[in-house]
């Protein structure tokens, strides 16, 4: 077939008489093979070239006779190509194979494999050469990819944990006096994302704080993927005020909000560093010390989750007694529900307008075998990693609705974390409140900002659709997140609860500004206020002034059992029972007096 795939005549007619080779037939396949067929000078000059020189590269045959192989070849293959060819040409071999890329007319790099016959005089003088050249740019380009698919982490393009563990133990190697830190990075509820979202989400996610990481940290660092939403940096030279700096800035590179297709997400991570000197690098060998710091940098990660997520965690001796201490927490909370060892404690919420107790917080506790009574901030993050929540959520949810069925005077709010709201929260409100026939309105859902932000759009639905229950809806510990005013404007809340940092600044005229501007937004919106943590009588007085509602804290009761709540409530007004450590409390009624006459 010739080049434009019609038969050629002569030849045909040639085929059909006899099968010995003629010079048109000889011709006709050098024209006409895939492969490049050349002859050059015993300089390297082309002295003749097939038509596929031209197909293949775009270069014209003509221009191209006389000027040396080598202008043809990739800048970066040359002196390797010129070795070779000296080489080949000087000790008198025959033949030679070799692949080197090919410049195309268009600049583009093609992988040519040579294959070149020497012709040499009797006496050995070089007299020129022949050959080909075969394209073997996709099955090169194949073999590439394969060789970086093992190295490299598909999704994000980072290397891989094998270059990871590789590069520390070659960076310990090489350490000569100084430093150098290892941090371990995990994005915050990431599960979150995943569940909540969708995988292409998380994928997106992981795609662009790999690339942001990437980024922010100085090239001679190694970014690789460890594994899940789990990221190592290698850090040469790093000492331990530079790694902080470094981690600060790794975590403001992440945190900038994730523009999806339909949302905008914002994520944060936890970072968990190990820096290393000279002095400990000596006296283990490398492997083995590789894996060291990969561990402690992974529990002062876990450390930074357990602390409050989205900050940077220095690994120090006492961090692995923690991680212990934890895990012990983790098992043992796998066996609490079962074994009955919850239980709520309830603090009232007080009217400012007629000093009555309105209703209260329902507050988990943990009868722990062993160390007594647990509060909250011990072992909700735990449960929350472990994904025990879920579970826990429903059985305050069973037992608030089950204590309001006892009362009908009484409202309860109720805390709940933000996986519940992505992982049934909805139905599992829903069967409480149908199993206790308990009127909705009378179950109030507790939430921080933080379980909102991740993806507003998603939390807005589960929200939506908590409201069309009928329970109102109250965001926690208002002011410390990062809620938007027109987010704010979106979800169906019902109440803002301003967050005891403020309350207790109220004194000072900053602190004073931010609550006025917390109760005219409130008022603006529409929505109710309650101040927690109110623990002074100026801070009473104040919110009372500014026009807050609803107020709760120590100076009013501290979370006690529900026979205590029900006391509370059946005195009306400000009682004097407290929980434990509570100091005694004044009467609101005088409160009031006081704040008309000041
Ligand atoms: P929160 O929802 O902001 O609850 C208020 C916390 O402030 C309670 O701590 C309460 O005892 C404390 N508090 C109340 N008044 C005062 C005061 O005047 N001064 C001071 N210093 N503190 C005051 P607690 O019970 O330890 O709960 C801590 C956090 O644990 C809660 O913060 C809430 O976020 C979480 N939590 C509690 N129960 C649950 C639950 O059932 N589920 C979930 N997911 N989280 C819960
Ligand atoms: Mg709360
Ligand atoms: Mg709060």
Not at 287 to 313: F, P, V
Not at 545 to 560: E, S, V, Y
Request: hydrophobic share 40%; net charge negative.
């Amino acid at each position: 077939m010739t080049s434009d795939d019609r038969p050629n005549p002569v030849i045909a007619a040639q085929l059909d008489r006899n099968n010995e080779p003629t010079a048109d037939r000889y011709r006709w396949m050098v024209e006409t093979v895939q492969e490049v067929i050349f002859e050059a000078d015993p300089t390297g000059a082309w002295t003749y070239l097939n038509p596929a020189w031209e197909r293949l590269l775009g270069h014209s045959v003509e221009e191209s006779i006389g000027r040396g192989f080598l202008e043809f070849v990739h800048p970066d293959d040359r002196q390797a190509n010129l070795d070779l060819f000296v080489e080949t040409i000087s000790t008198g071999k025959n033949q030679c194979r070799f692949e080197a890329r090919y410049l195309t007319a268009s600049g583009e790099a093609r992988h040519m494999e040579i294959h070149a016959w020497i012709f040499r005089a009797d006496d050995g003088t070089p007299l020129g050469s022949t050959g080909t050249l075969t394209d073997v740019t996709v099955r090169r380009l194949a073999e590439l990819e394969l060789g970086r698919r093992a190295t490299h982490d598909p999704l994000t393009n980072l290397p891989n944990r094998s270059v990871l563990t590789e590069r520390l133990s070659a960076e310990i190697t090489a350490m000569d006096g100084g430093h150098l830190a290892l941090l371990f990075l995990d994005i915050d509820r990431f599960k979150l994302v995943n569940d909540g979202v969708g995988h292409d989400t998380g994928d997106h996610v992981l795609r662009v704080v790999a690339d942001r990481l990437r980024r922010a940290a100085p090239p001679d660092h190694l970014v690789a993927r460890f594994g899940g939403d789990e990221f190592v940096i290698v850090a040469p030279g790093c000492d331990p005020q530079a790694s902080r700096e470094l981690s600060a800035r790794l975590r403001s590179a992440v945190a900038a909000p994730i523009q999806m297709w339909d949302r905008e997400l914002t994520t944060t991570i936890s970072v968990g560093i190990r820096v290393l000197d000279a002095s400990e690098a000596a006296t283990t060998d490398p492997e083995t010390l590789a894996s060291r710091l990969l561990r402690d940098a992974d529990s002062a990660m876990y450390h930074a989750k357990e602390t409050g997520r989205n900050r940077a965690t220095t690994f120090d001796l006492g961090t692995r007694q923690r991680i212990v201490e934890r895990l012990e927490t983790e098992s043992l909370l796998r066996s609490a529900l079962s074994r009955g060892e919850f239980e709520l404690h309830y603090q009232a919420q007080f009217d400012f307008a007629d000093e009555r107790p309105v209703g209260a917080e329902a507050l988990l506790r943990w009868n722990h075998p062993d160390r007594g009574l647990v509060l909250p901030d011990a072992f909700i993050a735990v449960a929350e990693d472990c994904g025990l929540i879920t579970e826990i959520g429903r059985w305050v949810l069973d037992e608030a609705c089950r204590r309001l069925a006892e009362m009908p005077e009484l409202r309860l709010a109720v805390n709940v974390s933000p996986l519940q709201l992505h992982n049934g929260l909805v139905n599992d409100v829903a069967a409480a409140l149908r199993t206790t026939a308990v009127a909705p309105d009378r179950l109030c859902i507790e939430l921080t900002e933080s379980a909102v932000s991740p993806d507003p759009a998603s939390a807005r639905a589960a929200l939506v659709a908590l409201s069309d229950l009928g329970v109102r809806i109250s965001l926690d510990d208002f002011g410390t997140g990062y809620s938007s005013l027109s987010q704010l404007q979106q979800l169906p809340i019902d109440e803002v609860k301003i967050d005891r940092s403020f309350v207790s600044r109220l004194g000072s005229p900053d602190g004073h500004a931010v609550v006025t501007a917390i109760l005219a937004l409130a008022d603006a919106l529409g929505l109710e206020t309650i101040a927690e943590g109110v623990e002074q009588r100026c801070e009473a007085r104040g919110l009372a002034d500014l026009g807050c509602t609803t107020a709760q804290g120590f100076l009013f009761g501290r979370p006690d059992t529900f026979d205590a709540l029900r006391t509370t409530f059946a005195r009306g007004a400000v009682s004097s029972r407290h929980g434990s450590g509570s100091s005694p409390r004044p009467s609101k009624l005088s409160l009031r007096r006081h704040s008309l006459q000041s």
